[in-house]
């Protein structure tokens, strides 16, 4: 081992083995002056050590490579990796991506690696011990571009050339499992910066290898409303949303993101207009989101509720109050999502015909208003349930029963409906209008009730 760089307090963790050094991302980030999520050590007896913190910590023990002597804790809101202290930790260091990730720690306070690691952390400097340390694991490159956005470290030029080179040889050669790529681009697209973040992802080329069909919105000019092409465009959505909702979830960050992935396949050139249109975008845009999602190995969940949200980014709520009721309430699964994405799409769209975006942004914004209003109003319990439409309708068990209540559900939205008895008469008048022929509930009745007038 060679000299001791300096001291740097060590962090009071329930576990430290004996004779064990905390490595990498844990002392970068110390250094930094931020709270690591995860410690992972360098110990004599990892299994015994393992095992020694889970009993600490209460939490479950499994093995990362039992064979090689890898093993995880999980505690409380943090994960303790332990792996084998190499004989030479000098020279271990030394294998590792770049730099800022080759520093080791003493449960005393001394801080060991090169010189530069030191040099490169204080100076916010991204640098690549080698490239065949980046070329030894797929995620590396990938890695470099997370530590750019979200611990502010700048790839070097070297660095930079040496990511872009292993970028261009990731689209046609080897690449890490999707889920490994998961945990890097939801690490970005969790971070403030997520805009800018993924911005730099493009500038490296890692974009055309993990978000190949979002890169392919790179320089597909799009005119009319818009000023910048389809990438850009989607980037300045993102920018938008986290701007004004900085507290969006995921699901809603990637919609942004991906609102407009399919322009690029679906693009039509129209000679009297002078510019591209992109007729059936959101659509075509809601599948190929949710297929680039499960590819990467998000969750279904989050895969289907990003593709709602683009497939419904273009049905904008109307202005009549009427008719923003229906919109609300047909909407409703995916509120505040979607007024939230539309809000942001318009806000990036400042093209020579969108002279109305801000009326639009406005009305957008009363909507979000009327919406939140509703969330805090809370639901009220049904007027009628299924079993009410057999017991006292005569419905036979069926999917008619659900297209009732779901008929009635809207009808109460718009203030058509406000007790039991109306509800009784609105299903009585919704069976008249949707069913043919002799076959009819035994107590429905003929007449139609009153409706208010609207659009």
Known sequence: MRASLGRLAPPDLPCWPAGAYLVGGAVRDLLIGLRPGDFDFATPRPREAAAACAAAVGGPLFPLDAERGFWRVAGPGVTYDFGPLASDLAAELLRRDYTANALALSRRGALFGPEIALHDVRRGVLRAVSRANLREDALRPLRGWRLWVTRGLRPEPRTRALILAEASYQRFGRRPAAERVRQELEQVMAHRRAAWGFAKLHELGLDAVYLREWAAGAGVVQLGYHHLDVLDHQLEALHQLLTR?????????????????????????????????????????????????????????????????????????????????????????????????????????????????????????????????????????????????INELGFAPGPLVGRALRALAEARALGDVTDREEALEFVRWWYETETAGPERPANTRRRRPERPAGD
Not at 255 to 274: F, I, N, T
Request: aromatic share 6%; hydrophobic share 45%.
């Open 245 to 389: 909702f900085p507290e969006a979830p995921s699901a809603l960050r990637w919609a942004a993101l991906l609102h407009d992935v399919a322009k690029p396949l679906v693009r039509q050139w129209d000679p009297e207009r002078g510019y591209y249109r992109f007729l059936e975008h959101d659509a075509d845009g809601a599948a190929l989101a949710a297929e680039m999602l499960r590819r990467l190995r998000f969750s279904s969940e989050l895969a289907r509720r990003v593709g709602s949200l683009v497939r419904r980014h273009m049905k904008l709520p109307p202005a009549s109050p009427r008719g923003l009721r229906r919109w609300l309430h047909r909407n409703r699964v995916l509120l505040p999502d979607l007024l939230q994405l539309q809000i942001a799409d318009r806000a990036a769209t400042r093209g020579p015909l969108a002279v109305a975006n801000e009326r639009r942004l406005e009305s957008l914004e009363e909507a979000l208003a009327a919406a939140t209003a509703l969330a805090a109003a809370g639901s009220e319990p049904p007027l009628l349930r299924g079993s009410d439409l």
